[in-house]
């Protein structure tokens, strides 16, 4: 056997000094880097958008990179997988801040993985940003670290509500899957509708996975109600709306449905008739503004698919740029709980409006207070940390569905 | 809370009641006769459903997506029997409950692996009830309530009236006096199975007709099943179909008193109060068993 002309440590030695070498000359030129954990569902549920999310907050890592970092800092990413599962993020979490040392954590999709991640994050000191929806998440979150870039339910519920008065209902109902998710669409609908003088005509919540709702519809359609707002799911709704038209009763009615179980499929499973004039309500990007147009087009020239495709990854290229600016603010302290405190800060409703981390940069630098208008919502953190999204208003038309409006909610 | 409010919630609770009891039909045999309360009954029902789908390639209705259904639910529950519960049968019930509860388990995952978690619906036309007196009464109701009649029918006219029917209930009293009469075990076990899975598979297709098809929907229906095979007494074809009535008619006629989220727990309260009273179940007396 000939002998190999390098032996493995040979090697090794050699590839361990080129790179000593390498680090060696980058920490020449710059502080060093600041590293960001992103968190995202590259596989399970979650794997339509995870790569999507991962590819929108390294996006956003470069463009800082590209304008000089933040603060002189490069940001420096490391990408986890969450699994869609939280015994994977919980692991992946640890490493991340245990092992890699990242700063802040971001990208979390599904509720149950952004509350099994959160208390790690927080005893650790570490901001958290996710994109899940369940109310637990503001309530849970003592210390102010976490951040949702997405619409909560009762959101949903403020637009549901919104949406009826603006459509002239005077008569609505509710009706809720027996879950956070469910109860607070309709509790939000309920709240607000109240609050503008409503009265709500007959409310019912539902327990999941039973074979007929009729009972349940059939105390609904005895309110004589001309609206029923819904906090459900694909499979009980098509249930629903199916005994709703077989039974014949109050076939004017018309229905407000959360956009993902008013959907495409749940037209094909119905057909035209049946779903005619059903109002589907969707959190949606900030497609009026110009960070949007600006993410769009570097999103397409990055994954080659369209913004639109990932509503969510809009959300995680919003927090890289977000806490940049943040980072931004005050260069004299760098901590992550301090550039944490000054998130607020550059999403001031009195500040002036900026649309891209460059633009926010050179005002910060000139000394202004900045609002960061993000490509996925305005922002404007509320006190648990929530932001204030769009939605959009599509009717159901000929087994169509089709986009009427855009619905802003107050602040 | 006029008369018609408790008469459609009382047909709604006999309807869902009669999909509930089909499968627990199908359990009650395999308990009744194999002697150990088969778990994968409900995912039996599932592959049935699915099966269901291929119903308009064979020709379209109603008719040809149940006869699909229950094709498959035989072939899997026969096939479940040579593959498992045969080699199985000399070990005690526990270690056939928990190879069930696995077939569960697998059958689930591969139906989700290979068709996902998408709901799907038969392509059939969505038509208006008829009101008839004060109840609102779908086509679909009838089809569920003849096809419920028709399987208790074929059932006890099997089990009373022909010799594969007297073997099953000599095997089910005493499998070993059963043998040794000359009794051939196996064909009146394949027999059994093939029935079991033509009930789940039935069940299944008119859940699915009902709601909407899904991987999950006959493990879902598993638990009320058992709870209308045990309320009826472990055994009796009669006891189970009138168990699963029970039970859905108590859950639908207490909404207006408990609320519809509590339903659910009135059903198991029912189970429950009639097993402190009478252990045995309901309707012990004409068992088909001992």
């Not at chain 2, 799907?120 to 208006?128: A, E, S, T």
């Not at chain 2, 006890?156 to 006096?177: C, Q, W, Y």
């Not at chain 2, 051939?184 to 709601?211: E, Q």
Request: with cysteine; aromatic share 8%; hydrophobic share 50%.
């Amino acid at each position: 056997m000939e002998r190999p002309v390098l032996s493995m440590r040979q090697v090794l030695l050699a590839a361990a000094g080129v790179a000593a070498l390498g680090i060696a000359s980058g920490q020449a030129f710059a502080a060093e880097p600041f590293l960001v954990g992103a968190l995202n569902p590259v596989s399970g549920a979650g794997s339509p958008y995870g790569s999507g999310m991962q590819k929108a907050i390294a996006m956003a890592a470069d463009e800082i990179n590209a304008d000089g970092g933040a603060c002189g800092r490069q940001i420096q990413v490391v990408s986890e997988d969450t699994q869609t599962s939280p015994d994977a993020a919980v692991l992946a979490v640890k490493k991340l801040i245990d092992v890699n040392k990242v700063q802040v954590v971001m990208g979390t999709w599904s509720s149950g993985v952004t509350l099994a991640v959160m208390p790690i994050t927080t005893a650790a000191g570490l901001p958290e940003m996710n994109t899940s929806g369940a109310p637990a998440i503001s309530t849970e979150d003592k210390a102010d670290l976490v951040w949702r870039f997405q619409a909560t339910n009762g959101r949903f519920g403020q637009a549901f509500a919104k949406i009826a008065k603006e459509r002239g209902f005077k008569r609505p109902a509710t009706m809720a899957y027996n879950n956070a998710s469910g109860l607070g669409n309709t509790e939000g609908f309920a709240k607000a509708w109240k609050e503008d003088g409503g009265k709500v005509v007959a409310s019912v919540v539902y327990e999941p996975k039973q074979a007929s709702y009729r009972s349940e519809l059939q105390q609904i359609l005895a309110a004589n109600p001309d609206v029923v707002v819904m906090g459900s799911y694909l499979p009980d709704t098509t249930i629903i709306l199916r005994e709703w038209y077989q039974s014949g009763q109050n076939p004017d009615l018309k229905w407000i449905i959360p956009g993902w179980a008013a959907n495409e499929k749940l037209v094909e499973a119905l057909g035209p008739d049946v779903t005619q004039g059903v109002i589907a309500v969707d959190s949606i990007s900030n497609e009026n503004a110009p960070s949007y147009a600006h993410f769009a087009e570097a999103y397409k020239k990055a994954t080659g698919q369209p913004a639109g495709s990932n509503v969510y990854a809009a959300m995680t290229y919003d927090m890289m740029v977000l806490w940049g600016l943040a980072m931004q603010a005050d260069c004299s302290k760098l901590t992550p709980e301090a550039i944490n405190g000054r998130i607020r800060g550059v999403d001031s409703a009195s500040g002036d409006k900026v649309f891209t981390f460059a633009e926010g940069k050179k005002a910060l630098e000139a000394g202004k207070a900045i609002n960061y208008q993000g490509a996925s919502s305005q922002l404007a953190f509320d006190q648990y940390g929530d932001v204030t999204p769009d939605f959009s208003l599509s009717v159901v038309e000929k087994g169509e569905i089709v986009r009427k409006s855009v619905v802003t909610i107050g602040k | 809370m006029g008369f018609s409010l408790f008469a459609n919630l009382a047909f709604n609770g006999l309807i869902t009641g009669l999909v509930v009891s089909l499968l627990a039909l199908s359990i009650t045999l395999v308990f009744g006769i194999a002697r150990f309360p088969n778990a994968a009954a409900g995912d039996v029902a599932t592959v049935g459903a699915f099966a269901g789908l291929l119903g308009p390639l064979a020709g379209g209705g109603t008719l040809w997506i149940i006869l699909c259904g229950m094709a498959a639910g035989a072939l899997l529950s026969v096939a479940f029997y040579f593959l498992l519960f045969r080699p199985l049968a000399g070990k005690s019930a526990v270690s056939s409950l928990i190879a069930s509860i696995g077939m569960a388990f697998f059958v689930r995952a591969a139906l989700t692996f290979f068709l996902g978690h998408d709901q799907r619906v038969y392509p059939l036309p969505i038509v208006r009830a008829m009101p008839v007196g004060p109840l609102r009464v779908q086509p679909t109701d009838i089809e569920i309530v003849v096809a419920a009649v028709l399987a208790l029918a074929a059932v006890f006219s099997i089990l009373h009236l022909t010799p594969i029917g007297k073997r099953m209930r000599a095997v089910a009293d005493n499998a070993e006096l059963a043998r040794v009469s000359g009794i051939r075990a196996n064909r009146v076990l394949v027999a059994m199975w093939l029935i079991a899975g033509l009930l789940a598979g039935l069940s299944g297709t008119l859940l699915g007709v009902k709601t909407v098809v899904s991987p999950e929907m006959g493990w879902d229906l598993l638990m009320p099943a058992f709870a209308a095979t045990i309320l009826g007494t472990i055994g009796n074809p009669v006891g189970a179909v009138l168990g699963g009535v029970l039970i859905g008619l108590a859950q639908e006629l207490s909404t207006p008193f408990v609320g519809f989220t509590y339903k659910l727990g009135v059903g198991f309260l029912v189970l429950l109060v009639t097993l402190l009273i009478r252990p045995q179940g309901l309707f012990a007396k004409n068992s088909l068993v001992r």
